[in-house]
């Protein structure tokens, strides 16, 4: 090893901060994928699972035999057939002492809870001869009556979705700032408060509707099993199904090749997957599962469904005195993975961005006869957000304020960072005004007010409305310690490692498994600036146990914010390893080396240096090594972050509705979001785009119906509204930067955004469009027969649907499509 | 079973299909052409868009036995082989047109076809151009964009292949960097 003298004397450009276009383009541009339903493996059987058309019911008998003769049939197997061994599907976050969980087979035994429910599953050697065999399964069940609605669930002598429980309810949560000395006395606050508002806000049922189906293969070897799973979460997955099955931890690999999406619905361990497992465990040979939409939607877990009873209370001036949110959060049938967290982390953003003195969350879990609720982008801070954004227009009608000024009066100011807030939160850094400022002049705030107002003069049928919501968020899940006192049952860092090539190449292993964010070209960015080696020279590996071996995955707007830091920390230490044997070759001490542009050099002796590339080559030689050293530079480095990082944003819509016919339309949308550092900026507009469309969609087009029997009357992309590209508008966005401190990146997370804050910005523009006309609330999503109905009958609007048909909790249907009728056929017959 | 002839991505084949055989099942199963994917079971996502006999069709809408005797162009035969990149390809990877790339290849050879009938449409014209392909991810901006750059670029150099096939990482330089 001798000096080099040919490196380049100008500094490389920073990679961090540059609009790289992505690694992962490449193969998803040319159809060379590796999605899990791609996978094809010697001898493979394919399953297909017969599912229950009844909400609920106990099941009386089934009969295989027809389905066992079948042409191609391997197997048949029932609930009954693998009671013994299938466990019960984890829930990791028992939120109270006290919390109910009716434990949850994978496939149903005695009894099913949602249509939809797993009660047997078919083994055949091809995709089509398993389907064909689901309709000769011949199922009896004795029907009990469907708990649908939550108000219902939770009254006096409710029907009981579980009868063997005593109630409805699961768990009751309570956050009172009072009792946790973050606040002063929250009733107090309100026998005082000379105004409150109380208002009834209701989070409809979502679907992450991910546009990869999942997908499920398990490949065994030996007492050895692999699984490749369309699944964000491939090593909490390796781990809930060893506890789950008792296949021991050691002999599990969990794969996640290429995934097409998640949005929190593969943040799951899901029946299908342990139902593979099983099925490839007993027949010893490879299977596959793989779901149709329509058993994606029904079947795969929902988001959102909670019923909000919000109450604020402020002086007359607009001081906000004091914050009361009593919450009914649908769980549906069963517990699953978080669950109960959800609705447990809104419980500290509900305050949003506001200085309320006093503040008090009581939420219910409420069981009901449908698919269960779990992650959907947001988690939790998309319903707190709706609520304290909504609250706060309706405040500001209340007091007769513009309700900028309202949400001014009360935010934290810039200088005031960091600040504790009522729930406990300390906000990490950030500039509400600034961002509104930029916010207002993005959307051309003033010549929207006029048109408005001209508008309303005219008497214009199309009216023009403009909301705003100022959120935050909290992100970057999480640290362990919070995680702990919440009863997780993880922690929330994440790891990372290092490997310096003998070629001079770097590869990069996260725990933070992707499916779509750009990881493996942000996590590029990161190295190159650290160790100074180009971009093209990192390779970023994941999504495999056994190459990855420890991570915590993705969700919670946590990848960069926590796996990002871990890289980071990773490549520190293989800085100081490489500075050790940098010395020893050039003869200096350490602390006479400085590492600029990934060389080390020694101060006062120019020409005396080596590049990181130099020392890797050396470390793997070993021919002259520091005394005592050993050969590598690689590192590992594991980050728990000490608090969550706190994004913001204002967001601004700009709205027409049509008060002939109900029809709405989003005339303009801008925002500018803080998301600290940005490392990638077009991969973090990105982001926001697509984050601004989830929930743009939440407020006008999507809604998972149940009918009055509980069937879900949305069950393709007939029903259920995904936007398409002709009914979202050109988003203006923007950003200001606060890094986030005690990150070594800066950065806070952008993943849910753009979901959070839009939802009801467009909202509070639809209703500050016909607020004159005598509405105060329209029911989400914003359909043009609610809009129509609540400027022509008054009220929310109502449910989705005529009533009689499939309107929640309404009337019973007489349809031949629902279950009741013993016609009726989807995977068994009565 | 039913013998079907079909040429797809340049090749040949000769095959018993079921009736009820679905060309995208046709595709994937027999041919192992997975680069064209399914997404929904209602033909509303338009994830399995494929060009038969040059017009953009979904795949899962057409039984195998109704394309016997056609060309079919999956995502994979967009370009000949090695011939590099299709501009519609390189647009969507320089215009961040896709995230997890579900969609992408039905989504790609849906705007390729809208080009065909419409070589410089508006703004609406392309959202309502691709209204019958969803993308979960993108919120659609950056798909826009990436049309709108590959319609700029087929006006001006006809329908030439001369992208390479590797893609280009260097910066966009449509997006401002951060300091």
Not at chain 1, 233 to 244: F, G, Q, S, T
Not at chain 1, 533 to 556: C, I, K, N
């Amino acid at each position: 090893m001798t000096a080099v003298e040919d490196r380049p004397a100008q500094a490389p450009e920073r990679e961090v901060g540059k609009a790289r276009r992505r690694k992962e383009d490449a193969r998803l541009i040319t159809g060379a994928t590796t999605w899990t339903d791609n996978m094809v493996l010697p001898g493979m059987l394919h399953l297909a699972v017969v599912r229950s058309p009844v909400a609920h019911g106990k099941i009386t008998a089934i009969d295989v035999s027809a389905a066992q003769e079948a042409p191609g049939v391997v197997a048949v197997l029932t609930g009954r057939d693998v009671a013994d061994e299938q466990g019960s599907l984890p829930c990791a976050w028992p939120v109270t002492p006290d919390m109910v969980n009716p434990g949850h087979p994978s496939i149903a035994v005695d009894e099913v809870n949602h249509v939809g429910e797993a009660v047997a599953v078919i083994v055949a050697r091809s995709k089509v001869a398993a389907q064909d065999a689901v309709e000769l399964v011949d199922v009896d069940y004795d029907l009990l009556p469907a708990v649908l609605d939550m108000e219902a669930a939770v009254a006096e002598g409710a029907r009981l979705t579980h009868d063997h429980l005593e109630s409805n309810r699961s768990f009751h949560f309570v956050f009172d700032g009072g009792e946790a000395g973050t606040g002063s006395d929250t009733e107090q606050a309100f026998a005082d408060a000379e105004v409150v508002v109380s208002r009834r806000f209701v989070q409809q049922r979502l679907i992450p509707a991910f546009m990869e189906p999942r997908s499920v293969v398990v490949q065994p070897q030996g007492d050895n099993y692999t699984m490749w799973s369309a699944t964000q979460v491939p090593h909490i997955l390796r781990v809930m199904l060893a506890m789950v099955t008792g296949v021991p931890e050691h002999k599990l690999r969990v794969v996640a090749p290429d995934v097409g999406g998640g949005f929190g619905g593969k943040l799951q361990v899901t029946p299908e997957e342990v139902i593979s497992l099983l099925v490839a465990r007993r027949l010893g040979k490879p299977v596959k599962w793989t779901e149709s939409r329509s058993e994606s939607l029904m079947t795969a877990h929902h988001g959102r469904d909670q019923i909000q009873y919000i109450d604020i209370a402020s002086d007359r001036e607009g001081n906000v005195k004091g914050l009361r949110c009593r919450i009914l959060a649908d769980m549906g049938a069963y517990l699953r993975l978080v669950s109960p967290g959800v609705p447990v982390l809104g419980a500290f953003m509900f305050n949003g961005i506001y200085k309320f003195p006093a503040y008090r969350f009581e939420c219910d879990g409420v069981f009901t006869n449908k698919v269960p609720t779990d992650a959907y982008r947001g988690a939790g801070r998309p319903e707190a957000t709706f609520a304290i954004e909504r609250i706060m227009d309706e405040l500001a009608v209340e007091l007769g304020m513009d309700p900028l000024e309202l949400r001014r009066r009360n935010w934290i100011k810039a200088e005031e960072f960091p600040f504790t807030t009522v729930a406990g939160m300390t906000y990490d850094s950030g500039d509400y005004e600034t961002a509104t400022q930029k916010a207002l002049e993005l959307i051309g705030y003033d010549e929207l007010r006029a048109e408005q107002q001209h508008r309303r003069e005219s008497g214009d049928p199309v009216q023009l409305g403009i909301g705003v919501s100022t959120f935050t968020e909290m992100c970057g899940l999480a640290p362990s310690r919070v995680l702990g006192s919440l009863s997780y049952g993880a922690g929330g860092w994440e790891q990372a490692s290092i490997r310096m090539l003998p070629t001079g190449k770097v590869e990069v292993v996260t725990g933070s498994t992707p499916h779509g964010q750009g990881h493996e070209t942000a996590w590029s960015q990161l190295v190159a600036d650290r160790l100074g080696v180009p971009f093209e020279d990192v390779e970023v590996l994941h999504g495999d146990t056994s190459v990855a071996p420890r991570g915590m995955d993705t969700y919670g707007s946590r990848s960069l914010v926590v796996g990002g830091a871990a890289v980071v920390q990773a490549a520190e230490k293989v800085v100081a390893k490489a500075r050790k044997v940098a010395a020893h070759l050039l003869e200096a001490s350490e602390e006479d080396l400085e590492f600029t542009n990934g060389a080390f050099s020694v101060r006062g002796t120019p020409g005396a240096q080596l590049a990181i590339q130099e020392i890797a080559l050396a470390t793997f030689a070993a021919h002259n090594l520091p005394d005592g050293m050993e050969p590598s530079i690689d590192a590992d480095a594991t980050f728990d972050p000490e608090n969550f990082s706190f994004p913001h944003g204002t967001h601004i819509c700009a709205m027409e509705v049509d008060t002939d016919t109900g029809a709405v339309r989003i005339r303009k949308y801008a925002c500018v979001d803080d998301v600290g550092t940005i490392v990638n900026p077009l991969i973090v507009e990105g982001q926001i785009h697509g984050g601004l469309a989830q929930g743009i969609a939440q407020a006008l087009f999507e809604e998972a119906v149940y009918d009055a029997d509980g069937n879900l009357t949305t069950g393709t992309f007939v029903d259920y509204l995904v936007p398409s590209a002709a009914d979202l508008p050109h988003f203006d966005t923007g950003n200001t930067v606060h890094e986030a401190p005690g990150n070594p990146i800066g950065a806070k997370g952008v993943g849910e955004a753009g979901t959070i804050a839009s939802t009801p910005a467009v909202v509070n523009a639809a209703l500050d469009a016909v607020r004159h006309l005598g509405v105060r609330d329209i029911r989400m999503p914003l359909t043009p027969e609610r809009v129509w109905r609540a400027l022509h009958d008054g009220g929310d609007g109502g449910d989705r649907a005529t009533a009689g048909s499939n309107a929640y909790g309404g009337a019973s249907t007489e349809s031949t499509t629902g279950v009741s009728t013993p016609a009726s056929s989807l995977g068994g017959d009565r | 079973m039913t013998q079907i002839n079909m040429r797809v991505d340049g090749v040949t084949y000769t095959d018993d299909v079921e009736p009820r055989t679905l060309l995208v099942h046709y595709l994937r199963e027999q041919l192992g052409k997975v680069g064209t994917v399914v997404g929904c079971d209602t033909s509303n996502c338009g994830s399995c868009t494929v060009h038969l006999d040059g017009a953009a069709v979904k795949s899962c809408t057409v039984l195998a036995v109704q394309a016997d005797g056609g060309e079919v162009t999956t995502i994979e035969g967009l370009t000949p082989h090695g011939g590099g990149l299709h501009p519609m390809q390189k647009a969507f990877h320089e215009m961040h047109g896709l995230q997890c790339g579900f969609c992408t290849p039905g989504m790609i050879m849906a705007a390729v076809d809208l080009l065909g009938e419409n070589p410089d449409p508006s703004e609406s014209e392309i959202r309502e151009g691709i209204e019958g392909n969803l993308c979960r991810c993108t919120g659609y901006q950056n798909i826009v964009r990436a049309v709108q750059q590959a319609a700029g670029e087929l006006r001006t150099t006809g329908n030439g292949h001369a992208a390479p096939a590797e893609v280009d990482t260097a910066a966009a330089p449509h997006v401002a960097g951060q300091a």
